[in-house]
């Protein structure tokens, strides 16, 4: 016994614990980013961020953080968390931008062995501009409204379908689920020019959706441990866990070589994305051929329809909750005398629609975790003086600035699209001073800079048009008021559980 307790065993552990206790204290003293508080465990490990983004909660979580250790939150051991919304501008620039850290990787595809990027999450900016070139003006607001009729198809399909199959006859509707279906049957119709069927048959053809999400259920916490991915979905040996874009890669490129047997045909209907991208091959001959279309293909079948069936989600709850917006929007509309299915035209400057839609993007954004990117090698000081060294991972999460309260105010946690309007005692200056700084953070749910979302305008065009049209036509309650969604933050964030009522609208 004497020899256990005083022997070499007693000595090793004593000395290996003396041995961890030094490395804290150095780690803690000498640490670049001693100065950065945060969650105690996040110092030593990313196991710990790690845990939070599989909960499905990190963008509550991170709120939190940065209320209680203040505006830059040391959130893992080379990675800074910043709520200032000042800092948009610098570390997501257009020019001479900061490139993206390790965290995209897990977002490459896997496909005959070899690790394909794609525009959302290469770190090589150049390599993105040199792609992005050639479509970056296919997606500016004129020219997407090119495509406002085939928004207008899926939009009379999918308020035919809720007239005829909850309307009509009182089915309860659980609104999460056919919002998504209208979001990727949309993003269908203008990619390709035919839909998914999610709309005409009810249901989540070919499990696009399912694998979609369980997909970005795996990234979100792998995606803090980027490392780790090289073990399971890309390790040469086994794939383990889901494949994060393999479905739609795949769907991508079964439509692509069809695509002049039974979409070539097309008479008089407006171009799709395809038939873009596809004419692109002859304009730009060295960087385009039917793979890189299909990399450009895949970004629509990923993420038009998550993103925006999100902000679609939380307008009707919001709505739902708050009578007194919902009865000013329907009056605006009501006003306005619109013909349907709503033209952008005609709805663009609806104060009201926009002010609902703006307070839905603020409060629930569709993605709500930390965009990050690497410090210049040079580092960065801080407004306050601190300084983080080049190499540094840094990042915003947009769930986290659209709660700032010096930019929306005290009641920054609440759904107000009153906020948006003007207010009485406010000069028209002031107004567009304050608005214009709401929006610039608000938007940043697209991201910023050079790597802002390709499809942002498609978004605000297709969601203004739904809520025009829906709430001319008919009136939507959660079954229960008291009700309260489920959420899942998986880089999209994915709410579930949205037992809503439709009704015919009875004109006053």
């Known amino acids: 016994m004497d020899f256990l307790v005083h022997g070499p065993l007693f000595w090793a552990v004593i000395c290996a614990v003396l041995c961890c206790i030094a490395i804290i204290i150095f780690w803690e003293l000498f640490s670049p980013l001693h100065a950065f508080p945060g969650p105690p465990a996040a110092r030593y490990t990313n196991i710990w961020r790690a845990l939070v983004a599989a909960s499905g909660h990190v963008d509550q979580t991170n709120i939190e953080w940065h209320r209680t250790y203040g505006s830059a939150v040391r959130v893992a ?10 800092l948009i501008r610098t570390i997501y620039a257009t020019k001479n931008p900061w490139p993206k850290s390790d965290m995209y990787r897990p977002n490459d595809v896997l496909i005959n062995g070899v690790r394909l990027s794609n525009l959302f999450n290469t770190q090589d900016n ?32 999918f308020t035919t379908k809720l007239g005829a199959k909850f309307a009509d006859v009182g089915n309860k509707c659980m609104m999460d689920e056919w919002l998504g279906y209208f979001a990727w049957d949309v993003m269908a119709n203008i990619s390709f020019g035919k839909h998914y069927g999610f709309i005409d048959e009810e249901k989540d053809v070919k499990n696009l959706i399912v ?10 916490p792998i995606s803090q441990i980027p490392w780790l991915d090289h073990l399971l979905d890309k390790n040469p040996i086994k794939r383990i866990g889901p494949k994060p874009t393999l479905t739609g890669v795949n769907y991508a490129i079964d439509v692509v070589t069809t695509y002049n047997r039974v979409l070539g045909t097309r008479g008089d209907r407006a171009e799709n994305y395809l038939d873009k991208y596809v004419k692109l091959k002859e304009a730009h001959p060295k960087i385009m051929d039917d793979n890189q279309v299909v990399n450009y293909l895949m970004l629509n079948i990923l993420a038009g329809g998550d993103t925006t069936s999100s902000t679609m989600r939380a307008v009707v709850y919001y709505l739902s909750k708050n009578t007194s917006a919902y009865r000013k929007l329907i009056s605006e509309l009501d006003a306005a005398n619109l013909s349907l299915p709503a033209q952008w035209k005609d709805i663009r400057k609806l104060t009201y629609l926009d002010a609902v839609i703006q307070e839905a993007l603020r409060i629930n954004p569709g993605i709500a ?6 410090a210049p090698q040079s580092g960065f000081t801080l407004p306050d003086g ?38 009485d005692e406010e000069s028209d200056e002031g107004f567009r001073d304050r608005c214009r700084k709401m929006k610039d953070v608000a938007s940043f749910v697209f991201g910023g800079g050079n790597r802002v979302c390709m499809g942002r305008n498609l978004a605000i065009l297709e969601i203004y048009k739904l809520f025009a049209t829906l709430y001319s036509l008919f009136d939507i309650e959660l079954v229960n008021n008291n ?26």
């Open 126 to 157: 150049d390599w993105h501009d040199t792609y992005m070139n050639p479509i970056r003006s296919l997606w500016t607001m004129t020219k997407v409204l090119d495509m406002e009729s085939l928004i207008d198809e899926t939009l009379n399909r």
């Open 386 to 423: 601190r300084f983080i060294p080049g190499g540094t991972a840094v990042g915003i999460n947009p769930a986290v600035t659209n709660r700032n309260v010096d930019v929306f105010g005290q009641d920054a946690d609440q759904f107000n699209p009153d906020r948006w309007l003007k207010k």
């Open 369 to 374: 975790m930390i965009f990050e990117r690497v």
């Open 211 to 220: 694998d979609s999400t369980k997909g970005l259920y795996y990234f979100a």
């Open 77 to 86: 051991p080379n990675t800074i968390s910043i709520n200032d919304p000042e």
């Open 483 to 508: 009700h309260a969604w489920k959420y899942h933050n998986a880089w999209f964030v994915y709410q579930y559980n949205i037992p809503m009522t439709v009704s015919r609208r009875v004109k006053a």
